[in-house]
């Protein structure tokens, strides 16, 4: 018995969809990275491809997540936003790859012909070229033989819809843009909230998969009517269940000890699993039988317990637990994209 999401890929296509349809005529570029923010990059990939969404491309983070891309058989364009090794730099370049330059180093090392997209810092301070030298940059890239398909940045504070700081970044990536050369900055908070962002493409990652951006978008959003459906749930089956009397401690480290006699449930779920142990501490609940119930005592490696003292009928092994991401974030002070990024391989993934 052990612990399972259960995947929606109906509605990762629909939110594809809804989200191709707000920020048309920019196309859409599906960012799969991190397995797909951890909801599985190939079964993802493919139900987005199969969506029908007209100039759809996909952006990933390594050469490797690319390639496993063109080995499912995704066909659209795929653009590798983070740096490659340079043993990695031929075989994308053959399964046609496109990749960033974050850097003026990289211009030389992409073999020629590569299809380039030059990522330009315009305020985030973390990867690409200064702004100053962007022009520089390109002419570089057209003499070693690149194809420049591309020129972008990525927003601070979207998220929080500080215009301002926006607009000024935006402004800064329009001083080098280039005829010709595609322009794009919005990630899913940008290109849901602020036109203008929208240029030639938008990149879009954590909307896709149902999840808002921040509490600011998410309120935003709904005055126009713009839904999206959360595609991922978190299941752990309970595997034990114990009574315990009052005073007796549950868990390492004896930190919780219950006040009166105690009915815990164990559950297969624990930091192994994708769940922080500091969540505990921050008063994670789980769902079971219709009940939120506390989670208790410190998250294990393989397990965690809950308290069901008091949900109603009794709970009993082989009953099922339902964890929200967001609770989960919540609890352990941070956001929902860590939780669904750090979701690991091993975790089993059902697609209904």
Not at 223 to 244: E, H, I, K, N, Y
Request: glycine share 10%; net charge neutral; aromatic share 6%.
């Amino acid at each position: 018995m052990h612990a399972w999401l259960e995947i929606d890929l109906g509605d990762v296509a629909r939110n594809a969809r809804e989200l191709a349809l707000r920020v048309a005529p920019a196309a859409l570029c599906a960012v799969v990275k991190s397995n797909a923010y951890g909801h599985g990059l190939v079964p993802v990939s493919r139900a987005i491809s199969s969506a029908g969404i007209p100039g759809l491309r996909f952006a990933v983070f390594s050469a490797s997540e690319g390639l496993a891309l063109r080995d499912a058989g995704i066909s659209e364009p795929v653009l590798v936003v983070g740096p490659v090794a340079d043993d990695e730099l031929k075989a994308g370049s053959d399964a046609r790859l496109e990749y960033a330059v974050l850097c003026e180093e990289d211009v030389g090392r992409f073999p020629v012909g590569t299809r380039v997209h030059i990522k330009v810092d315009s305020g985030v301070a973390r990867f690409g070229v200064h702004i100053g030298r962007a022009a520089r940059v390109i002419e570089a890239c057209h003499q070693s033989g690149l194809q420049v398909a591309g020129i972008y940045s990525h927003l601070a504070n979207a998220e929080d819809l500080d215009e301002a700081f926006t607009l000024a970044q935006l402004a800064r990536l329009r001083s080098v843009a280039h005829q010709g050369i595609m322009t794009h900055i919005a990630a899913s908070a940008a290109a849901i909230m602020w036109p203008s962002t929208r240029l030639d493409m938008v990149r879009c990652g954590i909307a896709l998969y149902g999840r808002w951006p921040s509490p600011a978008v998410r309120s935003a959003a709904a005055s126009s009517g713009f839904t999206l459906l959360p595609a991922l749930r978190w299941f752990a089956p309970v595997v034990q269940t114990r009574d315990v009397a009052a005073g007796d401690p549950v868990g390492y480290g004896c930190e919780f000890v219950p006040q009166r006699p105690s009915t815990i449930a164990v559950l297969p779920l624990g930091y192994a699993d994708g769940l922080p142990r500091a969540a505990a501490g921050g008063g994670l609940h789980v769902m079971i039988r219709g009940t939120r119930v506390p989670v208790v005592g410190r998250i294990c490696m393989n397990a965690c317990m809950a308290d069901v003292t008091d949900a109603v009928p009794m709970v009993v092994r082989g009953d099922v637990a339902q964890i929200s991401v967001d609770e989960v974030a919540r609890a352990a002070g941070t956001i929902d994209y860590e939780i669904l990024a750090r979701l690991p391989a091993s975790l089993e993934r059902r697609y209904p």
